[in-house]
């Protein structure tokens, strides 16, 4: 199922590649952890670096509101897998603060942007997408919900176009006027089926019509300014151009049937998908489900935010109802139809399991998203803990299954029950 790999220069000392932000760890010992579980968590991650499929990765844990661990190993930029064109980049250490994509990990803070309408009396998660974008309301949509949207059961997992060129992405107006023509026999929120790209375009157009600011805005003023980040942008401002991490494709290319179905989700061949993201058209655009950038740190911050109740440094972002009602389950657990996995959603989110899921073992009470394979952003309140892992290698070799489990069953291991 898969042809030859190619995977980046990995050195036999890691020293030299890794960055610790020691004045942002505290001892680990102060909330109810060892300094042994800090480096069990942080050797799993240097596991998954010697395979070579990452080149660049950061990680953030708060624990009881605290960060235990905050540190990077890899390179931002300039240390591709060989024959790739980036051969002649300079090499950019990553940083623990280095701004990373976080793909598919953006619509958990999209939906956010929604339900905060839903908080300020604008819309109501149950009615009609039509009721607010009325040229949705045909060809078997008219029933459609935004919570159908949210919790990926609208029916309309796919741009309505075959083959389309990777820069529809960059064309809003073009796209919602796709999705707006489309047709679907599952409008009734019948069946759960990953909603990769399309349902971002839906949530940010209910966002836009609804406020008269774009979603940028929005995120801006909800989000990310209350939280003090640099970044959490859609894109990054061109000052910010040059800070990105690149994102690059390695390991085993995928052949059938594994990249049909990645196909099926994206719209686009998964091996493109690296080098769309490093475009300036791609920094530039707002893609609601699949182009937030940010640090680790921040996207830790946004899960301790929702851990806390909406609360963040003394400000009130969204009310605890909100997070509850955004973190309620919105089915049971089901094959997806499109991810072909059993997974259960929220109304913008994954949630977990009690045997093992995206978020690690016992993990029944966490939620989060998953970003492009291996990128993983969440909070499991049973732990006290808010985490957000990102990485830069785009790639369906199947080592890197093993290689991420074993970060994920490492934090939840290590990180005890408190509640």
């Not at 960060?67 to 240390?79: D, F, M, P, Y």
């Not at 919570?147 to 389309?164: D, E, F």
């Not at 390695?250 to 594994?258: E, K, Q, S």
């Not at 089901?334 to 913008?348: C, K, N």
Request: charged letters at 20%; glycine letters at 8%; one cysteine or more.
């Amino acid at each position: 199922m898969f042809k030859k790999a190619n995977t980046v220069p990995v050195p036999k000392n890691l020293g030299g590649v890794t960055q610790i932000d020691s004045k942002a760890e505290v001892s680990p010992y102060d909330v109810s952890m060892t300094r042994d579980n800090v480096e069990a968590i942080w050797n799993s991650v240097e596991s998954f670096y010697r395979t070579g499929l990452q080149p660049g990765m950061t990680m953030v844990v708060r624990r009881q509101g605290e960060i235990v661990l905050k540190r990077s190993i890899g390179h931002a930029r300039g240390n591709p897998p060989p024959q790739h064109p980036d051969q002649d980049v300079d090499q950019v250490l990553m940083t623990p603060d280095t701004p990373i994509c976080l793909f598919s990990a953006s619509k958990a803070i999209t939906a956010m942007l929604v339900h905060k309408l839903q908080e300020q009396g604008k819309l109501d998660l149950n009615e009609t997408v039509g009721k607010y974008i009325p040229e949705f309301a045909c060809n078997g949509k008219e029933g459609i919900t935004i919570a159908h949207v949210l919790s990926h059961r609208a029916g309309v997992p796919q741009i309505p176009i075959s083959n389309p060129h990777p820069s529809l992405l960059f064309k809003w107006d073009s796209v919602i006027d796709l999705i707006n023509a489309g047709y679907t026999k599952r409008g009734d929120g019948s069946q759960q089926a990953y909603h990769a790209i399309v349902g971002g375009y839906i949530l940010g157009e209910l966002v836009q019509r609804i406020t008269g600011e774009s979603i940028q805005a929005n995120l801006q003023k909800f989000i990310a300014k209350p939280l003090n980040a640099k970044y959490l942008t859609y894109g990054l401002n061109p000052e910010h151009h040059d800070s990105a991490a690149y994102n690059y494709s390695t390991g085993a290319l995928p052949v059938f049937p594994i990249n049909v179905l990645a196909k099926r989700a994206l719209n686009i061949d998964f091996e493109k998908i690296a080098s769309i993201s490093n475009s300036t058209d791609f920094l530039n655009a707002s893609i609601p489900a699949g182009n937030i950038y940010g640090t680790a740190d921040e996207v830790s911050r946004f899960y301790q935010m929702m851990l806390d109740g909406g609360q963040f440094n003394g400000k009130q972002l969204f009310e605890a109802e909100t997070i509850k009602l955004a973190t309620k389950p919105a089915g049971g657990l089901s094959i997806d139809q499109t991810l072909m996995i059993p997974i259960r959603f929220s109304t913008g989110f994954m949630l977990g399991e009690n045997l093992f899921s995206l978020f690690g073992v016992k993990a029944r009470k966490a939620y989060g998203h998953l970003g492009l394979i291996n990128i993983v952003t969440w909070a499991d309140p049973a732990r006290d803990i808010s985490v957000a892992f990102l990485n830069t290698g785009k790639s369906l070799d199947p080592r890197s299954v093993p290689a991420l489990g074993k970060i994920l069953v490492s934090v939840s291991s290590n990180c005890s029950v408190l509640k």
